[in-house]
């Protein structure tokens, strides 16, 4: 870590649904707080992740085996 005023985290998405404001992915996530946490991830039409401008997605690791 470069620099320590930076905190991160990461999510792993374990589903991919829709709803009535469109397709979103549900993941679980830690590091944030010190607990671990579910949370709701818009995505676009195509499927992509929609960038929000608070607290920006930097990253998007995709595993094809």
Do not use: C, M, W
């Not at 990461?10 to 649904?17: E, K, N, T």
């Not at 469109?22 to 946490?37: D, Q």
């Amino acid at each position: 870590k470069a620099n320590r005023n930076y905190e991160s985290h990461s999510r792993i998405v374990v589903q991919v649904a829709q709803d009535d404001s469109g397709p979103f992915a549900v993941a679980i996530g830690g590091n944030e707080g010190n607990t671990v946490g579910r949370n709701i991830v818009r995505l676009t039409p195509t499927g992509k992740v929609k960038q929000r401008h608070a607290s920006p997605y930097i990253a998007l690791v995709r595993i094809v085996e």
